[in-house]
């Protein structure tokens, strides 16, 4: 119901694109979150979105660099540009019921997972 794609190898600097397609359930009323999982480490939350696109989130960490946003198709983006190395990780989209009450930061708030999709930065 989630379809993560776009990661790839990249230099340390350069942009990439993610994307995830939402399917199989009512958009309204979820944010969509990413989260990344580094080799060795617990996974991380990094961005959310509502569905209105009013709503954002952000880890400090990649503040000023990652970017999220939607499209009307149920498309979530996550525009990474300045990588560094340490966002090496596998990435992944989440999709969580948000009434106002949720944590969007918090990954057990989560219903839908999709597969991931596997960012390298090298340096």
């Known amino acids: 119901q989630l379809q993560a794609s776009g990661g790839g190898l990249v230099q340390a600097g350069g942009s990439l694109r993610l994307s995830c397609a939402a399917s199989g359930f009512t958009f309204d009323d979820y944010a969509i979150g990413w989260f990344r999982q580094a080799p060795g480490k617990e996974r991380e939350f990094v961005e959310a979105?509502?569905?209105?696109?009013?709503?954002r989130w952000y880890a400090d960490s990649v503040r000023g660099r990652f970017t999220i946003s939607r499209d009307n198709a149920k498309n979530t983006y996550l525009q990474m540009n300045n990588l560094k190395p340490e966002d090496t990780a596998v990435y992944y989209c989440a999709a969580v019921h948000y009434s106002g009450s949720a944590n969007p930061r918090d990954q057990y708030e989560y219903d839908y997972w999709g597969q991931g999709t596997l960012v390298t930065v090298s340096s």
């Open positions: 979105i509502h569905w209105t696109g009013n709503l």
